[in-house]
């Protein structure tokens, strides 16, 4: 071995605890990152068997309501006087698109968590697009007593086209809608206002209900996430409907805000850039669901 002197042993030494002391900080960091990850996996389980939870209750119920009204209908040879028969098909309406809408939204997350959602850019009428997403909901407004406005600034109602992917918008906006309805107060009014500027398309939904805490505005983005769950929970959902909308607008090239305070009601603002149409695509949707599909000077409506 080769004899060292004193003054070499101890910087050999020292380079050695050095070198352990180093290691062991390496370690403890990624010990740390590793607790870090366990404790977002585990967190993720918790919020997944929830969501699970949630969503089973959200699908079982409204199928289980259409079908007891169903049989009820087809008792005694599905004679009923007129008034039952409009509350039973009220009620099964109101059951079916509740189901509806739980089912395009999971559907969506799916898409969306597996990279596959890609945007179909058509020419929308954003007018009726946004009066046909209202009134999808009047239901669940007139259940609450909240009624519910709809203003757009005079650009648009001259020039109510706009390029974008009538899909993914109209998701945004029922999602929007919904929480707006939902988290307003008994009574208290929701107002939603679209306007068109060189920035592009701004829709906001103010609602006079609970309010968000400043702390929470970033929290209520996230998946599976609800400031209202566990035991004490008094309001629909299942913590995918906010996720689904930023997520869509972000696709859609835009961004969303959330302004108000805790108590006194809620301002969501969307503004999304206008997207270039698909060269020889030619299609205009005025709802989001129905196209036209120009050709030759011929239209048809599917």
Avoid at 77 to 105: P, W
Avoid at 115 to 122: I, K, N, P, T, Y
Wanted: aromatic share 6%.
């Amino acid at each position: 071995m080769e004899h060292l002197s004193d003054e070499e042993m101890v910087k050999e030494l020292m380079k050695r605890l050095n070198d352990k002391d180093r290691a062991y900080h390496d370690l403890s960091i990624v010990t740390r990152k590793l607790e870090e990850m366990n404790a977002r996996l585990l967190e993720s389980e918790k919020l997944k068997s929830n969501f699970l939870s949630n969503i089973r209750n959200e699908i079982n119920n409204p199928l289980t309501s259409v079908l007891t009204l169903c049989d009820i209908l087809l008792a005694n040879g599905g004679v009923a006087d007129a008034d039952t028969i409009r509350s039973i098909v009220t009620t099964v309406h109101k059951e079916a698109f509740c189901l509806s809408f739980q089912m395009r939204n999971i559907f969506a997350a799916a898409e969306l968590e597996a990279g596959d959602a890609e945007l179909s850019v058509s020419t929308v009428d954003i007018a009726s697009l946004i009066r046909s997403t209202i009134d999808s909901f009047q239901h669940r407004a007139l259940e609450k007593k909240i009624p519910v406005t709809f203003v757009i600034d005079d650009a648009l109602k001259l020039s109510p086209v706009f390029n974008t992917d009538p899909e993914k918008l109209q998701s945004v906006l029922m999602n929007i809608i919904a929480n707006a309805i939902e988290f307003s107060g008994e009574g208290k009014p929701v107002e939603i206002k679209a306007w068109k500027d060189a920035g592009g398309l701004h829709i906001s939904t103010v609602d006079h209900g609970i309010g968000i805490a400043e702390s929470d505005r970033e929290i209520i983005f996230e998946r599976f996430k609800q400031l209202d769950s566990g035991s004490s929970k008094h309001h629909e959902g299942h913590g995918l409907g906010l996720s689904i909308a930023k997520a869509a607008i972000e696709l859609l090239g835009g961004a969303i805000t959330v302004e108000g305070k805790l108590g006194r009601g809620s301002t969501f603002t969307f503004t999304v850039p206008e997207a270039v149409a698909a060269a020889g695509l030619g299609a205009f949707s005025d709802n989001g669901n129905d196209f036209f599909f120009k050709d030759g000077g011929q239209s048809e409506r599917f």
